[in-house]
């Protein structure tokens, strides 16, 4: 209930008993009381005494407008007057009334008040309970800040971590690649010496006969299990499978020890090949002492029987000697002798450096050469014409560099762009415009000298590591020859130039020359630091060189250039014949017969038959004991080795890599 509802029964409440206090005294007064003369309102029992209605607690008592009567004169009675007893009585209801009013407004003071705390109370509480909600409110957005700052700082730190990883792992991987190159190229470079070594070796095996082989028996398995071992770990540098990034340089020294057991495999083939091959050697000499002494038993008794033949002679001589002068002593005129004929000089000035005919053909190549080099010397040097100059290499060297003999079509097609551009024909050229070979008056005998200084420069690339390789480029080279005789002389010029054992032309060092002067006039180069190739560069230069010239000798050209041979195999014999009449030199000498001999002497040795063999004989009894005052190196032991085996099996084997006739 509402404080307006309270206060309105509480006044409800005193009208009422006002109202009922003043009933009660009414029926006690008798006479005239205060105020004027009036009837009662009502008295019990009277027919107009209104009936009391219960009036309801919520609204007041409506006011009733109370009829006056009509005032009269009349005396009051006694009995109008109420009693003091009833009127104490009623005043002591009054203020009983007005106590429990006043007891009722307190305690619905302190109800108020009460409800008033209570709402102030709950008003707080509500506060308190809001601010605490709010204050949770906080903390849990606080919490829930610091978890995603947390987060957040987590996320940060794991991005800038993975970041860091992913450098530290971009690095490694930079690392790894940088030493994984050097590891290739360092493995490379022993890949090629321990290549060539390798095949070297294979090769001295390979030319033996199985009861030699039988001597190098261990060493043969040792080098097939280091061959193994090396391609292995070139397999594993390759493809990248160290896990640390010392093993890089871990395979480089392996590599590097591999090379250096290959080299001391190889002396130990070569020492024990040279002690069989003085055992066989002795042997040899035993055999031919032998053979000597029974050819010397055999002249002694034919030149005793000659002695007794002619002393016989001689005494049948003097009787008839004697019977002569008996008979000229009865002539007196004595007959005149005649003249003793005197028989003539023989000459056998030949030098031991070259052959005078083949001095002649050299001078003859080198002047070519030398007349066509001064003749394009304005192309060469004019600064306008650079660009030319550049288009006419490349039109040259694309296709020289992709001659192979994959296919009769590849080296067709290879073959045609060379000729073509020869032929007249434009080429395109890296800008997009196109040149000819008539575009200049001297471009002609430039690209041709061009052409054969690249073919010449295959030969420390290509052909020195890969003896079949020779033979695509010589039937090129061959074919050219028929087509374009002057480049036939221009390419001799340059292997003469590269390489003058080729003629053969053994050079004399002059006496003003030094060591170095005289080295660069018999091939050897300068590198950029002005420093002397090594002796092994030279040697495998000169090896290749070797290889090309007897290719061209052996190789036919294409079909359609006609069947005519430009450098015949007379070439081979006539190189052969003059070599082992040359003064040696160590290594190179036993290297170059070694190579002409493996790629020429089966084509020689069926073409001439016993003489080549005679000229075997001679290079093995004649000319390796000369050779072994200046050479005891490997190259000389190799080709001991060889001839042997050439002479004991009564054959040589056919180059490998030889194209057949009419391959394209």
């Not at 209930?1 to 009422?16: K, P």
């Not at 206090?21 to 009837?39: M, Q, V």
């Not at 003999?405 to 020869?422: G, I």
Request: aromatic share 6%; charged share 25%; net charge neutral.
């Amino acid at each position: 209930m509402s404080m307006d509802g309270l206060m309105r029964a509480l006044e409800w409440l005193t009208v009422e008993s006002t109202l009922h206090h003043a009933a009660l005294a009414s029926e006690l007064c008798t006479g005239r009381t205060l105020g004027e003369d009036r009837e009662p309102l009502w008295v019990e029992g009277n027919k107009n005494t209104p009936q009391t209605l219960p009036i309801p607690e919520d609204f007041p008592a409506p006011k009733k407008e109370i009829s006056h009567p009509a005032t009269t004169d009349l005396e009051p009675s006694i009995s109008c007057f109420p009693d003091a007893q009833a009127i104490n009585a009623s005043i002591v209801r009054r203020e009983m009334a007005e106590e429990g009013k006043r007891c009722v407004r307190q305690q619905l003071k302190a109800l108020k008040e009460k409800q008033d705390a209570l709402r102030l109370s709950r008003v707080s509480l509500q506060k308190e309970e809001e601010l605490q909600r709010e204050q949770l409110q906080k903390k849990a957005l606080r919490e829930r800040n610091e978890i995603l700052l947390v987060q957040k700082a987590d996320q940060m730190t794991a991005a800038q971590l993975e970041a860091q990883q992913r450098e530290q792992l971009a690095l490694r991987q930079q690392t790894d690649n940088k030493l994984h190159k050097l590891a290739l190229e360092g493995v490379a470079r022993c890949q090629r010496r321990f290549n060539q070594k390798y095949e070297g070796i294979a090769r001295i095996l390979l030319s033996l006969d199985k009861e030699t082989v039988q001597v190098c028996a261990t060493q043969n398995k040792q080098l097939k299990e280091l061959g193994q071992k090396f391609e292995q770990l070139v397999s594993t540098v390759k493809m990248g499978k160290c896990e640390m990034q010392s093993q890089f340089l871990c395979s480089i020294i392996k590599a590097e020890e591999c090379c250096k057991s290959l080299d001391a495999l190889e002396m130990d083939i070569i020492k024990q090949l040279a002690e069989f091959s003085e055992q066989i050697q002795q042997q040899l000499k035993l055999e031919a002492a032998k053979k000597q002494e029974e050819e010397r038993q055999k002249q002694a008794e034919e030149e005793k029987q000659r002695l007794e033949k002619q002393a016989l002679e001689a005494k049948e001589k003097q009787q008839q000697a004697e019977a002569a002068k008996a008979e000229a002593a009865k002539i007196s005129a004595p007959e005149v002798p005649k003249p003793q004929e005197v028989p003539p000089a023989v000459s056998t000035a030949a030098s031991s450096c070259v052959h005078p005919d083949r001095l002649k053909f050299y001078n003859e190549i080198i002047a070519l050469y030398q007349a066509k080099v001064d003749a394009v010397k304005p192309l060469q040097t004019e600064e306008s014409l650079k660009q030319y100059r550049t288009g006419c290499q490349r039109a040259i060297n694309l296709p020289l560099n992709a001659i192979s003999a994959v296919s009769p079509q590849h080296l067709t097609q290879n073959f045609d762009k060379l000729y073509s551009f020869f032929a007249g024909q434009p080429v395109k050229v890296v800008n997009g415009s196109t040149i000819t070979i008539n575009d200049h008056p001297l471009a002609r005998d430039y690209c041709m000298l061009l052409m054969a200084k690249k073919f010449v420069s295959q030969t420390e690339t290509a052909i020195s590591s890969n003896p079949q390789a020779a033979f695509p480029f010589a039937s090129v080279i061959v074919t050219f020859w028929k087509l374009l005789p002057d480049f036939g002389k221009v390419f001799l010029a340059y292997m003469y130039k590269e390489s003058p054992f080729l003629v053969p032309y053994v050079i004399p060092q002059q006496p003003e020359q030094t060591n170095e002067q005289y080295l660069k006039s018999i091939g050897y180069r300068l590198s950029d630091k002005n420093e002397l190739e090594k002796p092994d560069m030279y040697l495998k230069r000169q090896t290749g060189l070797a290889r090309l010239y007897a290719a061209v000798i052996i190789t036919q050209g294409r079909k359609s250039a006609g069947p005519d041979q430009c450098f015949e195999l007379e070439e081979g014999w006539l190189w052969l014949a003059h070599m082992v009449n040359v003064k040696p030199l160590p290594d190179v000498s036993a290297t170059l017969i070694m190579e002409i001999l493996q790629t020429l002497g089966f084509e020689m040795w069926r073409t001439y038959g016993k003489q080549f063999v005679k000229l075997l004989i001679y290079i093995q009894n004649i000319y390796m004991p000369q050779l072994a005052a200046y050479d005891e190196g490997g190259p000389k032991t190799r080709l001991e080795m060889l001839l042997a085996k050439f002479l004991r099996e009564r054959q040589i084997p056919q180059a490998v890599g030889i194209l057949p006739p009419g391959f394209w």
